[in-house]
């Protein structure tokens, strides 16, 4: 009988977990350049002639800057992008500005994940 409950709590809290997720940032992909206001919620990717230049984001922390993240291999610093097949993407290394709200995170599978390192 006990077993029957913690299974039934267990798995309760298994459908609760998944509804309280956060919605994954949707990934845009752009051509040659940004548009001039990004949408919240969304890892914009800029691609000219196949290459993936860089990735933008609005700061997840809302301060309201506009992130870049440069892709090209040959410059530094220089993020990998990864896309998923449930359509989301992630981010590497993390992201850390230096300056103003110096938000520290980690992108993976279209969520922010907040590094305690600031
Ligand atoms: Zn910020």
């Known amino acids: 009988m006990i077993d029957r409950l913690l299974g039934f709590f267990s ?5 609760l977990a998944f509804w309280n997720k ?8 752009v051509e040659d350049c940004l548009p001039d206001n990004l949408k919240p919620k969304a890892l ?6 196949g290459t993936f230049e860089q990735a933008a984001m609005l700061c997840p ?8 993240m440069n892709l090209l ?3 530094r610093p220089c993020w990998k992008v990864t896309h998923h097949s449930d359509g989301t993407a992630s981010l ?3 992201v850390w500005r230096q300056k103003g709200c110096k938000s520290h995170f980690w992108f993976r599978n279209g969520q922010v994940i ?4 600031r």
Not at 22 to 29: D, H, S, V
Not at 44 to 49: A, F, S
């Open 11 to 15: 798995w309760l809290f298994s459908k």
């Open 22 to 29: 956060p919605k994954p940032y949707t990934t845009i992909f």
């Open 44 to 49: 914009y990717v800029v691609h000219e002639h």
């Open 61 to 68: 922390c809302t301060c309201g800057q506009i992130l870049h």
């Open 73 to 75: 291999q040959d410059e």
């Open 92 to 94: 590497h290394p993390s």
């Open 114 to 117: 907040w590094s305690a390192e």
